[in-house]
């Protein structure tokens, strides 16, 4: 089945950028919504970005203003640009397809951690 490699993530200060990828195994070209979740310790999974067919995009307030989701469904990739970072955005980062999630299917995610 489609699946997902998510990279990029590492150890950053506060108020530092990473940017995020998720490489896809297929096309995702035809998949309506493509989502960014993280989970902290002890935490639920949280959606934090999505991005449709058509480019339209939502955010998580959380990270409304510092967040940027972005997808090439020629390289079948979706990235996660990630500005302003605190230490609350620490968690692990997974990148899905709509329906994928739905089903609870994931990645094994990479790792952010904002401290100083």
């Known amino acids: 089945q489609l699946q997902f490699v998510e990279s990029g993530g590492g150890l950053v200060q506060p108020g530092g950028s990473l940017r995020l990828s998720c490489q896809a195994s297929?096309?995702?070209?035809?998949?309506?919504?493509m989502r960014w979740y993280r989970q902290a310790p002890g935490k639920q999974r949280e959606l934090v970005a999505a991005i449709t067919i058509g480019g339209n995009t939502n955010y998580a307030d959380s990270v409304k203003g510092r967040f940027t989701i972005s997808r090439d469904n020629a390289k079948n990739t979706v990235s996660l640009q990630m500005n302003s970072l605190k230490p609350e955005d620490t968690a692990i980062y997974y990148c899905?397809?709509?329906?994928?999630?739905?089903?609870?299917?994931w990645g094994q995610g990479t790792q952010v951690t904002v401290s100083s």
């Open positions: 297929e096309t995702i070209s035809t998949i309506y919504a």
């Open positions: 899905n397809a709509d329906y994928l999630a739905t089903l609870n299917k």
